[in-house]
């Protein structure tokens, strides 16, 4: 058997553990193993290395991807279809294994769909991708979030300001929600739960009238703040429709927003890229060993179109399609949860 193994999509924590499980799975079975360059782009354009026992020593540990990543979208045209069949023949594959989250994970289904031999790893700091309890990166984001809110808290208090805190979560608010949770967030607005500006302000000034003169608020970057006017035009879209949400400022405009209504002084920090760096924690690590080793298992048992998942503390196949079918939304009884902190 010879099977490739590619990673798309943003990079997190954890995709060169998964990477070295993927291998170390293989070469136990005797099988050779390929990297894909650049996700689906090196599907596309037949960009891949050889993976050999030295080339993945060393890595587990190592945050980003030793084989690079893009948000290239083979779904768009039929002709790069044509060419990810093409090349996976050329390169005499018998297997494939994505590594990513909803947008890479949903070309993989639509391949298999066709035909193509693959299976399919989650991966993604939102934590979005259905029938899984866990996506690789998740954990590692959510335990920097939380050290940036402890170190944030102490500033805060010096200064009696409102630091807002801006971080991921495009369509799901895990990463703010088990982030802010952790680091003792005062307010969290999520995608799954619409806010507004005047409930915000006067949870600030209940809490200052109670003597509490600062506050750490927690957006995602995807929030719904629905009497706070969004920017005309937020530049053009990805390969997978995607708007760039770091040209919505919603952190910076929900601090200026509470200063003029409340006169609460109010800093912003994004967290940004720093949720995607670093090693990965513990969980993270063997999350992502357990994981690659299953889609390999997959593959020899020829249980093509599936994903491996963690459920409870079981790692299970499920369906492709049925993973790239919704977004996995935040557990509301878990936001509930944080609301009896704020």
Known sequence: ???????GGGDVPGLNAAIRAVARRAFQYGWEVVGIRNGWQGMVEGIYEPLT??????????????????????LKDPKMMEKVFANFKAMQLDGLVAIGGDDTLSVAAAL????????????TMDNDVAETDYCIGFDTATTTVADALDKLHTTATAHHRVIVVEVMGRDAGWVAVVGGLAGGADFIAVPESPT???AICAHLKNRRDAGKNFAIVVVAEGAKITDLPE???LGEVDAFGHVRLDKRSLGERVAKEIERRIGFEARTVVLGHLQRGGSPSVFDRV????????????IREGRFGYMAALKGNKIVPVELEHAVASNKKVDLELYELAKVFF
């Open 231 to 233: 920017p005309e035009d």
């Open 1 to 7: 058997m010879r099977i490739g193994v590619l990673t």
């Open 53 to 74: 026992p030295k080339s993945v020593s060393g890595i587990l540990h190592v945050g980003g991807t030793i084989l690079g990543t893009s948000r290239t979208n083979p």
């Open 196 to 198: 507004n500006m005047d």
């Open 287 to 298: 999350l992502a060993t357990r994981l690659g080793v299953f889609a390999v298992d997959l």
């Open 112 to 123: 298999a769909a066709k035909g193509l031999p693959a299976v399919g790893v989650p991966k």
